[in-house]
């Protein structure tokens, strides 16, 4: 797997990573012996770029991985987690509360330190906690050595972009903002990445929307953007071809150009993670692409913040 620089971290990350959120079972079961298999077949294939979180499954995501990574050597992956968010509703970016997550992380993972911590879903927590307590609490942990390097994650571009140059973050993930039916991180990364901020891009298939099954009920898309991404599925199909293997595909062939080091992508799937490496190393089907864009025009770059449906983000 072709790994590059993630900003001024000194961190080589592969272009593909692996969301960890699966394997806390918070779309299905996931046992201990799938994250297991997971895990291994992404090491494997040089996946080794971990993204999890305590929120994913209420802290089970994060006890899943480190059992999964029990035994391989530290120096051979690198782990990203987050503080700040612990429920549906629950923020907390207080200096306590970070201190005691971190804790609680570094046991869950099996390890005593974290590569990259990011505070997570920034716009919906208390803006002033996180730069008062919770990024000056990490900034004295990254000094002993227990977090090597502090990011923030989100949805909210301007929010993220403007919160990273003002406390010199090393990292920012923004999800669902890159993919075939929103491509609205692009500026955003090529200024952050010139400023020497890693960028990741997590969820490429925008949270189901871009697969075969569709956005699930809960999905904040507005109807119309669910309707032609429904429309895109059924021309992919029509070609023979998975609309997950061209989303993707379209992440991954052109993050370089705007800046993006690393497309996160989901899984708690063995053979997942496999169409995932085998895909990645698959050309993008240009003409088919330039079908998929005439279809996605009416509703390209339309975020659930701009115009929301009738899923649970979109009215938080």
């Not at 394997?23 to 040089?46: D, K, R, W």
């Not at 699930?216 to 070609?239: F, G, K, N, T, Y």
């Not at 050309?283 to 770059?301: K, T």
Request: aromatic share 6%; hydrophobic share 40%; proline share 3%.
């Amino acid at each position: 797997m072709k790994t590059v620089a993630l900003g001024r971290t000194g961190i080589q990350v592969p272009v593909l990573a692996m969301g960890a959120a699966s394997l806390g079972s918070i779309y299905h079961p996931v046992s201990q012996q799938q994250a297991n298999e997971t895990v291994a077949t992404a090491l494997e294939h040089g996946v080794n770029y971990f993204d999890v979180a305590p929120y994913y499954g209420l802290t089970r995501a994060e006890s899943a991985l480190g059992i999964a990574l029990r035994g391989v050597p530290r120096q051979s992956y690198s782990l990203a987690t987050k503080v700040g968010r612990y429920g549906d509703s629950q923020w907390d970016f207080s200096r306590e509360a970070t201190l005691r997550s971190i804790d609680a992380s570094l046991a869950r993972l099996g390890t005593d330190y974290i590569d990259v911590i990011q505070c997570h879903d920034v716009e919906y927590g208390d803006l002033n906690q996180l730069v008062d307590e919770a990024l000056p609490t990490l900034r004295a942990l990254q000094e002993q050595g227990v977090v090597r390097h502090l990011g923030i994650t989100g949805y909210d571009l301007a929010l993220l972009e403007k919160l990273a140059v003002e406390q010199s973050v090393d990292t920012v993930m923004a999800y669902c903002t890159w993919t075939l039916q929103d491509r609205r991180l692009g500026e955003v990364a090529k200024r952050l990445n010139q400023a020497g901020t890693g960028v990741l891009n997590a969820s490429p298939l925008s949270m189901g929307l871009l697969t075969r099954h569709g956005a699930p009920a809960w999905h904040p898309a507005h109807q119309d953007v669910q309707a032609i991404c429904r429309a895109v599925s059924a021309l992919c199909d029509r070609e023979g071809v998975n609309i997950s293997q061209v989303a993707l595909q379209f992440a991954l062939t052109t993050a370089a150009e705007q800046g993006i080091a690393s497309t996160v992508i989901g899984t708690a799937s063995q053979q997942n993670m496999l169409d995932n490496v085998r895909w990645s190393a698959q050309p993008l089907d240009e003409g088919l692409l330039q079908r998929i864009d005439a279809l996605m025009a009416p509703v390209l770059n339309i975020g659930w913040d701009s115009r929301p449906g009738n899923g649970g983000k979109a009215q938080k």
